[in-house]
């Protein structure tokens, strides 16, 4: 009997030593979970699971326990010692991921839910993107209390046609539904149910509300969403409710307007008109500035400004991506030492996986003599060796500097990452943020990161706070920092006094 069991039970060792683990049993846990154990174990081999068990107060928790026989020379089973990891964290982040990926109103899969689908198979989809026409005029009209069935009563319908196995259905947006097909036998079916089915406004009557859609169609795997989102655009454009996306139609478009945003970007590099702009992230009790977030901004030849946004997709491509980042730290890291001011830069894996940027990142943070500059790390999927993001962590550190998370509880977002980022900061996804008012999921989701994040010393960073109500629903609820449009836009470093 050892501490930390008494910790998570809640018994003293009086209470415990001596009783059998019936008293820490779940009565929820199957009776085959137990004859599973005892017959593995009897047996003499070596069972591991997650178990659910019960503490003093009634309530759960989780423990990974691996029960190992103690056997003598002659094989005869003396006793058993089990191993317990606790694993409340681990639980608690996949039920909160499922909470995220799932769309309140309709109980679908949601975007998060659809995009970790496409990421885990090449295969040749077809996607039907149906959204509802004037589905505001149906919340004017009827309210939004109606507006909200409608959605769940479409989503039945949608459902009762899709009797096939691989033919997933999707919420996405406010009023939109994907159905995404992965048998290419089923591809001439559901080509027919569009036309015979999801256009015909019959079959879409709720409460004598005619419900009709614009439809969007597209094949294949890469850029499967955009397309279908392409084709629903053209759909509206052309009037026609219904079309199908090819590459045909608008491929050369794309390419010279790609085209034109790298020669932009290769200009401004060249040219070094490569800026970084800054945002102000507040104290969310004194709402007094404590540093800024640097974000790239591209001058073009006419001195307009381009946001990130409209270029890094190219630049990331490029090869002179690098370039573009070693400009954007020297610029970074000159104004935070000429005005004493902590910054944040924004780094990708594609970045720290740089043995020469990183080595670049190195000299500059030993030369630096201002305050501590965090770096923001973007946790997703493009994360292959957690080694590289360890070393660059533990490289940083040792200058000073702190490491904030980036667009944490997106679809991918898991709480054990945590531990290799060794984060002191974690920003949370706007997409959460700035729901907060309507969205009591979103609440939940928030509520729980906080807790998690003031448990393990780690400050939460509240983005997209863009009014004064959001940004006392994020104080309410325990967030350390706030940074959004209530609180001032991206601007140049002139305009916050960073430079004379």
């Given at each position: 009997?050892?501490?930390?069991?008494?910790?998570?039970?809640?018994?003293?060792?009086?209470?415990?030593?001596?009783?059998?683990?019936?008293?820490?049993?779940?009565?929820?846990?199957?009776?085959?979970?137990?004859?599973?154990?005892?017959?593995?174990?009897?047996?003499?081999?070596?069972?591991?699971?997650?178990?659910?068990?019960?503490?003093?107060?009634?309530?759960?928790?989780?423990?990974?326990?691996?029960?190992?026989?103690?056997?003598?020379?002659?094989?005869?089973?003396?006793?058993?010692?089990?191993?317990?990891?606790?694993?409340?964290?681990?639980?608690?982040?996949?039920?909160?991921?499922?909470?995220?990926?799932?769309?309140?109103?309709?109980?679908?899969?949601?975007?998060?839910?659809?995009?970790?689908?496409?990421?885990?198979?090449?295969?040749?989809?077809?996607?039907?993107?149906?959204?509802?026409?004037?589905?505001?005029?149906?919340?004017?009209?009827?309210?939004?209390?109606?507006?909200?069935?409608?959605?769940?009563?479409?989503?039945?319908?949608?459902?009762?046609?899709?009797?096939?196995?691989?033919?997933?259905?999707?919420?996405?947006?406010?009023?939109?539904?994907?159905?995404l097909v992965d048998d290419k036998k089923l591809f001439s079916k559901y080509d027919s149910l569009i036309e015979f089915t999801f256009l015909?406004?019959?079959?879409?009557?709720?409460?004598?509300?005619?419900?009709?859609?614009?439809?969007?169609?597209?094949?294949?795997?890469?850029?499967?969403?955009?397309?279908?989102?392409?084709?629903?655009?053209?759909?509206?454009?052309?009037?026609?409710?219904?079309?199908?996306?090819?590459?045909?139609?608008?491929?050369?478009?794309?390419?010279?307007?790609?085209?034109?945003?790298?020669?932009?970007?290769?200009?401004?590099?060249?040219?070094?008109?490569?800026?970084?702009?800054?945002?102000?992230?507040?104290?969310?009790?004194?709402?007094?500035?404590?540093?800024?977030?640097?974000?790239?901004?591209?001058?073009?030849?006419?001195?307009?400004?381009?946001?990130?946004?409209?270029?890094?997709?190219?630049?990331?491509?490029?090869?002179?991506?690098?370039?573009?980042?070693?400009?954007?730290?020297?610029?970074?890291?000159?104004?935070?030492?000429?005005?004493?001011?902590?910054?944040?830069?924004?780094?990708?894996?594609?970045?720290?996986?740089?043995?020469?940027?990183?080595?670049?990142?190195?000299?500059?943070?030993?030369?630096?003599?201002?305050?501590?500059?965090?770096?923001?790390?973007?946790?997703?999927?493009?994360?292959?060796?957690?080694?590289?993001?360890?070393?660059?962590?533990?490289?940083?550190?040792?200058?000073?500097?702190?490491?904030?998370?980036?667009?944490?509880?997106?679809?991918?977002?898991?709480?054990?990452?945590?531990?290799?980022?060794?984060?002191?900061?974690?920003?949370?996804?706007?997409?959460?943020?700035?729901?907060?008012?309507?969205?009591?999921?979103?609440?939940?989701?928030?509520?729980?990161?906080?807790?998690?994040?003031?448990?393990?010393?780690?400050?939460?960073?509240?983005?997209?706070?863009?009014?004064?109500?959001?940004?006392?629903?994020?104080?309410?609820?325990?967030?350390?920092?706030?940074?959004?449009?209530?609180?001032?836009?991206?601007?140049?470093?002139?305009?916050?006094?960073?430079?004379?």
């Open positions: 009997m050892n501490d930390k069991f008494c910790d998570i039970t809640g018994y003293s060792r009086e209470e415990l030593i001596g009783r059998t683990h019936a008293i820490i049993k779940d009565a929820k846990n199957p009776i085959s979970l137990y004859k599973d154990i005892w017959t593995t174990i009897s047996n003499g081999k070596v069972w591991s699971g997650i178990v659910k068990n019960r503490k003093k107060d009634g309530s759960s928790y989780y423990v990974n326990s691996t029960i190992y026989p103690i056997k003598e020379d002659n094989g005869k089973i003396l006793e058993y010692i089990s191993i317990r990891q606790d694993v409340m964290e681990f639980i608690r982040s996949q039920k909160l991921l499922e909470v995220y990926s799932t769309d309140s109103k309709t109980q679908l899969p949601n975007r998060q839910k659809l995009n970790e689908r496409l990421k885990i198979s090449m295969d040749a989809f077809m996607s039907i993107l149906l959204d509802i026409k004037d589905f505001s005029i149906i919340n004017e009209l009827y309210g939004e209390s109606m507006g909200d069935k409608v959605l769940f009563e479409i989503a039945l319908k949608l459902k009762s046609y899709l009797t096939n196995e691989g033919v997933n259905l999707y919420k996405l947006d406010s009023d939109s539904y994907l159905i015909c406004e019959d079959n879409f009557i709720i409460n004598d509300i005619v419900v009709s859609f614009n439809i969007g169609v597209a094949y294949g795997s890469d850029a499967l969403l955009s397309n279908s989102f392409s084709a629903l655009k053209e759909a509206k454009k052309t009037k026609n409710r219904f079309f199908v996306y090819s590459d045909k139609n608008n491929t050369k478009e794309l390419y010279q307007e790609n085209l034109k945003k790298f020669d932009d970007f290769k200009d401004a590099l060249i040219n070094n008109r490569i800026e970084p702009f800054f945002q102000p992230i507040v104290d969310a009790q004194s709402e007094e500035v404590v540093k800024y977030e640097s974000l790239a901004r591209i001058i073009d030849r006419d001195g307009k400004i381009i946001a990130v946004a409209d270029f890094l997709g190219i630049a990331e491509k490029s090869s002179f991506f690098e370039n573009f980042t070693r400009q954007m730290i020297q610029k970074i890291f000159a104004i935070s030492s000429s005005s004493n001011k902590e910054v944040t830069i924004n780094l990708t894996y594609e970045n720290i996986s740089s043995k020469e940027l990183v080595r670049y990142i190195e000299n500059r943070l030993k030369a630096h003599k201002g305050p501590k500059i965090t770096f923001e790390l973007l946790e997703s999927e493009e994360i292959s060796d957690y080694s590289v993001l360890e070393n660059f962590v533990d490289m940083v550190k040792g200058y000073g500097s702190l490491i904030a998370i980036d667009d944490f509880g997106t679809g991918y977002s898991n709480f054990v990452h945590l531990i290799k980022f060794k984060a002191d900061f974690i920003k949370i996804d706007g997409s959460i943020i700035s729901n907060l008012e309507h969205d009591e999921n979103n609440k939940l989701i928030l509520s729980i990161l906080i807790e998690y994040a003031k448990k393990n010393n780690i400050k939460i960073i509240a983005e997209y706070v863009s009014s004064p109500e959001i940004a006392k629903i994020v104080k309410e609820l325990g967030v350390d920092l706030l940074q959004g449009y209530h609180y001032g836009k991206a601007e140049n470093a002139k305009y916050y006094n960073l430079i004379a």
